[in-house]
Structure formats: structure tokens, C-alpha cells
């Protein structure tokens, strides 16, 4: 079964400081991995998406890289600001998944950004 | 477009009422699913319909039915509610090009005493 780990749960950091956000997955063969935001009371905004054939991702000051035979990926925040304060979410989908191409989540990192 | 829509936003139920969970999404996705979000367990799939007219189990279905009324809408039916159901209820659907990326809705959040 698919696992999906994201450390640290939670991390905060004064304004303007580069970042990066952390998920690792158990099964490699994935289909692709999606990165999204959650604030707090709001559903999920899809950030990146990356395919298993990329090896990063880039929009605007945001860049999502994977490892495939690591399972790893990270999201890269640049020059953060109070407005990313917000939880990030990665995704992976298995190739198994299928034509259902449903996507198993981690918990998330709970990312705070002091003025 | 308005993307993924649910109804109602907020719902308070007794314990053995019951309730509908309405989505709908204009993106002519395929794909469409039901996600519960609880503090501590993250985000788990309770039912998923890949296609039209079809529907399926996904981690947690117990206590949950689906239907898939047509390309367009997927609604999530509790039939009796318990407290154990109390959580956010997010439904999504898929791209059926460029990569399957996921969209969500707002969600519709749920308590039951």
C-alpha cells in the first residue's frame, strides 16, 4: 500500500526566507504527484503537478522536483511571504491506479510565515 | 466556469437522520470522488466513480452510498448518520487530459451529535 510522508508537520519562518517542503512515498511507480494548498476552512488548490517522466516543475516562486527512485519530491518555496502561510499537501497517483487515477495524500505541512 | 461545486456548506444532523452531499463539476471531467478529511488522519477516499454510471470503494465507504447521476454530478448519501461521520466532506474530480490533474471543491462541513 501506497504511503505517503510529509515532515515536518509544521514550520514557521520570517518573511522572505526560501523554504523547501518535504514528501517522501513508499511504491515508485507512480503516475504523477501533485502538490496543493490548503488554507485554513477552504478545499485544496492544485499548485504543481508532475508527471513521472519531469524531473521539476516550476510557477512562479514555487518549484516541485521528484526523485522517482527515491520517492522523494520537494516544493520549493522562494522569498515567502504572510500570504503562503497555509497547509501544503502533496498527492502521489500510482500507475496501478488505473482509468480511476485516484490519488493517495499526506498530512501535510502546516506552513507559517511571520511578518 | 465555476469548477467544483458542493451543497450544502455547513450541516448539523442527529444521530440516525440522514443526508445527501450534493457535487457537480462543468470541467466534462470523467472521473469524480468523495474524500473525508479529519484531523490527524489526513485526507481518505471513501467512494470514487472513474466513468459515467460507474461507482467504487475507496478506503473508508462504510456507512456511505454514491451516485453517480450523470457526467456532471456525484452525490454522497449518508443514511444513517453516527458521530463517527462527523468531519469535511471534499469532493473532486479529475482532468481526463494533460496529466489527470485533481480539482476540489470547497467542501461541506459536517457534525453529528
Known amino acids: 500500500k501506497q504511503e505517503v510522508t510529509q515532515i515536518p508537520a509544521a514550520l514557521s519562518v520570517p518573511e522572505g526566507e526560501n523554504l523547501v517542503l518535504n514528501c517522501s512515498f513508499t511504491?515508485?511507480?507512480?503516475?504523477?504527484l501533485q502538490w496543493f494548498r490548503q488554507d485554513p476552512g477552504k478545499g485544496l488548490t492544485s499548485l504543481l503537478l508532475?508527471?513521472?517522466?519531469?524531473r521539476e516543475q516550476t510557477s512562479g516562486r514555487l518549484n516541485a522536483s521528484l526523485d522517482k527512485s527515491s520517492g522523494r519530491s520537494t516544493l520549493y518555496i522562494a522569498a515567502s511571504q504572510p500570504g503562503d502561510s497555509a497547509t501544503y499537501l502533496c498527492?502521489?497517483?500510482?500507475?496501478?491506479?488505473?482509468?480511476?487515477?485516484?490519488?493517495?495524500f499526506g498530512s501535510g505541512t502546516q506552513l507559517t510565515v511571520l511578518p | 466556469n465555476a469548477g467544483v461545486t458542493q451543497t450544502p456548506k455547513f450541516q448539523v444532523l442527529k444521530t440516525g437522520q440522514s443526508m445527501t452531499l450534493q457535487c457537480a463539476q462543468d470541467?466534462?471531467?470523467?472521473?469524480m470522488y468523495w474524500y473525508r478529511q479529519d484531523p490527524g488522519m489526513g485526507l481518505r477516499l471513501i467512494y470514487y466513480?472513474?466513468?459515467?454510471?460507474?461507482?467504487d470503494k475507496g478506503e473508508v465507504p462504510n456507512g456511505y452510498n454514491v451516485s453517480r447521476l450523470n457526467k456532471r454530478e456525484f452525490s454522497l448519501r449518508l443514511e444513517s448518520a453516527a458521530p463517527s461521520q462527523t468531519s469535511v466532506y471534499f469532493c473532486?474530480?479529475?482532468?481526463?487530459?494533460?496529466?489527470?490533474?485533481?480539482?476540489f471543491g470547497p467542501g461541506t462541513r459536517l457534525t453529528v451529535t
Open positions: 473532486a474530480s479529475t482532468a481526463t487530459s494533460g496529466g489527470y490533474e485533481q480539482y
Open positions: 511504491d515508485s511507480a507512480i503516475y504523477n
Open positions: 508532475i508527471q513521472s517522466s519531469q
Open positions: 498527492a502521489v497517483r500510482l500507475i496501478s491506479s488505473g482509468s480511476a487515477r485516484q490519488l493517495t
Open positions: 470541467m466534462n471531467h470523467n472521473s
Open positions: 466513480s472513474a466513468s459515467e454510471g460507474t461507482t
